[in-house]
């Protein structure tokens, strides 16, 4: 077990008193003032007593929702049916919701209803892991019936009571079990790992948008926990489990193929969600095509059958179609180095179609995907294209657009028309960008005048 040092609270804990808002300090204290409870409650409260700052600070109170309404002059209605209302205040949007009771989750996602009650600890009782089961008044101290300190000590993730009607009840939590488990490096306590392990098929309930937001978070925090999630996530991403049971006996590996991609992601230094895609999907492939022969493994072509399930996941999560299209193209160059010419650059942005932004996210896959292997070698072949990549994007077209002489031009100066204006500024952009220099719009003129001469003589 993890060893997580917290601060024992009490009444008077500087860190709560500190690092509180001056917005939600003025909530408690206004509701407190017309006689109501209120307490810092869930997320804000673990990560304070974990001496981290919160993202957010919620409330919780036994003001009904009308009640917080007619109380503050700035707050609006968010989630007004599950006793939510956001209070503006300082500038601060402040989530306050009462204490409440919840009935079944029909749908393994939603409760059927809520009912509001007086007693925050009922409240707690319907949380989801202990960890954020507690609450926290500067006269009270901590409230904390289900002994989450004490699993915060330790480095736990437990579930409120008993786990397995915690997962049925909504099946994001198992994600958000696995979020948690992967930020803090805890452990998922054993009975709550069995449930998961039995009712990862209700995962298919939660809507995929949830999943994706989920699934981002973990990979850009702590992408080693998914190795533990291949089965929750067969509905969508099947070949991750296919993958764990892939080795990989060569010179340039270590492990399977599912621990090579998360290593690469660790490895990963643009956190950006396209970036983030690309590499978990971008060897998805070579269970598929791997060949064995003379006591090697091989896997020839994988990066085109990557491609494939790529666009068959992508689809399935309902990735946007912009991002969906990049991580293709990013997944089909990842194995692909270049040598530091003109004639790269072309065929990286022209042939391959890759802008600017593109680019910068290719180098960060590939130099992922280079560190979770056995050797390294390739890392100098990268870094030489990249430099010469990065100095020539401004000064050399990646586009006819971007030709400082346009179809107008060859018009007026030449009487093209047409068809053959657009095959000569195609032809233009090459030869432009074999130049490897910054051509002016004269000298791009006279490469034109070369070219047409040419044609004429042949």
Same mark, same amino acid.
């Given at each position: 077990?993890?060893?997580?040092?917290?601060?024992?609270?009490?009444?008077?804990?500087?860190?709560?008193?500190?690092?509180?808002?001056?917005?939600?300090?003025?909530?408690?204290?206004?509701?407190?003032?017309?006689?109501?409870?209120?307490?810092?409650?869930?997320?804000?409260?673990?990560?304070?007593?974990?001496?981290?700052?919160?993202?957010?600070?919620?409330?919780?109170?036994?003001?009904?929702?009308?009640?917080?309404?007619?109380?503050?002059?700035?707050?609006?209605?968010?989630?007004?049916?599950?006793?939510?209302?956001?209070? %503006?205040? +300082?500038?601060?949007?402040?989530?306050? *919701?009462?204490?409440? =009771?919840?009935?079944? /989750?029909? #749908?393994?996602? $939603?409760?059927?209803?809520?009912?509001?009650?007086?007693?925050?600890?009922?409240?707690?009782?319907?949380?989801?892991?202990?960890?954020?089961?507690?609450?926290?008044?500067?006269?009270?101290?901590?409230?904390?019936?289900?002994?989450?300190?004490?699993?915060?000590?330790?480095?736990?993730?437990?579930?409120?009571?008993?786990?397995?009607?915690?997962?049925?009840?909504?099946?994001?939590?198992?994600?958000?079990?696995?979020?948690?488990?992967?930020?803090?490096?805890?452990?998922?306590?054993?009975?709550?790992?069995?449930?998961?392990?039995?009712?990862?098929?209700?995962?298919?309930?939660?809507?995929?948008?949830?999943?994706?937001?989920?699934?981002?978070?973990?990979?850009?925090?702590?992408?080693?926990?998914?190795?533990?999630?291949?089965?929750?996530?067969?509905?969508? %991403?099947? +070949?991750?489990?296919?993958?764990?049971? *892939?080795?990989?006996? =060569?010179?340039?590996? /270590?492990? #399977?193929?599912? $621990?090579?991609?998360?290593?690469?992601?660790?490895?990963?230094?643009?956190?950006?969600?396209?970036?983030?895609?690309?590499?978990?999907?971008?060897?998805?492939?070579?269970?598929?095509?791997?060949?064995?022969?003379?006591?090697?493994?091989?896997?020839?072509?994988?990066?085109?059958?990557?491609?494939?399930?790529?666009?068959?996941?992508?689809?399935?999560?309902?990735?946007?179609?912009?991002?969906?299209?990049?991580?293709?193209?990013?997944?089909?160059?990842?194995?692909?180095?270049?040598?530091?010419?003109?004639?790269?650059?072309?065929?990286?942005?022209?042939?391959?179609?890759?802008?600017?932004?593109?680019?910068?996210?290719?180098?960060?896959?590939?130099?992922?995907?280079?560190?979770?292997?056995?050797?390294?070698?390739?890392?100098?072949?990268?870094?030489?294209?990249?430099?010469?990549?990065?100095?020539?994007?401004?000064?050399?077209?990646?586009?006819?657009?971007?030709?400082?002489?346009?179809?107008?031009?060859?018009?007026?100066?030449?009487?093209?028309?047409?068809?053959?204006?657009?095959?000569?500024?195609?032809?233009?952009?090459?030869?432009?960008?074999?130049?490897?220099?910054?051509?002016?719009?004269?000298?791009?003129?006279?490469?034109?005048?070369?070219?047409?001469?040419?044609?004429?003589?042949?």
């Amino acid at each position: 077990m993890n060893n997580h040092s917290i601060s024992n609270p009490n009444i008077d804990l500087p860190i709560f008193e500190s690092s509180c808002p001056i917005g939600v300090k003025i909530v408690i204290e206004k509701l407190k003032q017309a006689g109501f409870k209120a307490y810092l409650v869930g997320g804000c409260v673990r990560d304070l007593l974990l001496k981290r700052i919160p993202h957010d600070f919620d409330v919780t109170t036994n003001a009904t929702p009308n009640e917080v309404l007619d109380l503050f002059a700035h707050a609006i209605p968010t989630g007004i049916a599950h006793g939510t209302i956001t209070v %503006i205040e +300082q500038g601060e949007q402040i989530e306050v *919701t009462t204490f409440r =009771s919840e009935g079944q /989750y029909q #749908d393994h996602r $939603h409760p059927d209803f809520v009912q509001f009650v007086n007693d925050v600890k009922e409240d707690l009782a319907r949380r989801d892991f202990t960890i954020n089961a507690m609450a926290w008044d500067a006269q009270e101290g901590l409230i904390d019936p289900f002994k989450g300190q004490h699993d915060l000590q330790e480095g736990i993730v437990r579930a409120v009571r008993d786990p397995f009607e915690r997962m049925s009840e909504d099946a994001l939590r198992m994600f958000r079990a696995f979020r948690f488990a992967g930020r803090y490096q805890f452990e998922i306590e054993a009975k709550t790992k069995q449930a998961i392990d039995t009712l990862y098929p209700l995962a298919q309930n939660v809507a995929v948008e949830r999943i994706v937001s989920e699934v981002e978070e973990i990979l850009a925090n702590s992408p080693q926990i998914l190795d533990q999630m291949t089965l929750l996530l067969q509905p969508w %991403i099947p +070949q991750l489990d296919v993958c764990l049971h *892939t080795q990989q006996n =060569s010179i340039y590996h /270590y492990t #399977d193929v599912l $621990h090579h991609t998360l290593d690469a992601l660790s490895a990963l230094q643009n956190k950006e969600p396209v970036c983030l895609w690309a590499l978990l999907l971008h060897d998805l492939g070579k269970p598929k095509v791997k060949q064995t022969y003379n006591g090697k493994d091989h896997f020839k072509k994988h990066e085109r059958e990557s491609v494939k399930i790529a666009q068959e996941v992508t689809q399935k999560l309902k990735l946007p179609k912009k991002m969906s299209n990049e991580i293709f193209k990013l997944i089909a160059l990842h194995d692909t180095f270049l040598k530091p010419t003109p004639q790269s650059f072309y065929w990286l942005h022209v042939d391959k179609d890759l802008n600017a932004e593109e680019t910068k996210h290719l180098f960060a896959i590939q130099y992922g995907d280079i560190m979770a292997h056995s050797q390294h070698d390739r890392l100098k072949a990268l870094e030489s294209y990249a430099r010469y990549d990065q100095s020539r994007q401004g000064i050399l077209p990646m586009r006819t657009k971007d030709l400082l002489v346009n179809g107008n031009d060859l018009k007026k100066e030449f009487g093209l028309q047409g068809k053959e204006i657009g095959i000569i500024l195609e032809q233009l952009l090459y030869e432009v960008v074999m130049q490897d220099r910054n051509m002016n719009r004269q000298e791009q003129l006279a490469l034109v005048q070369v070219m047409l001469q040419g044609r004429k003589n042949q």
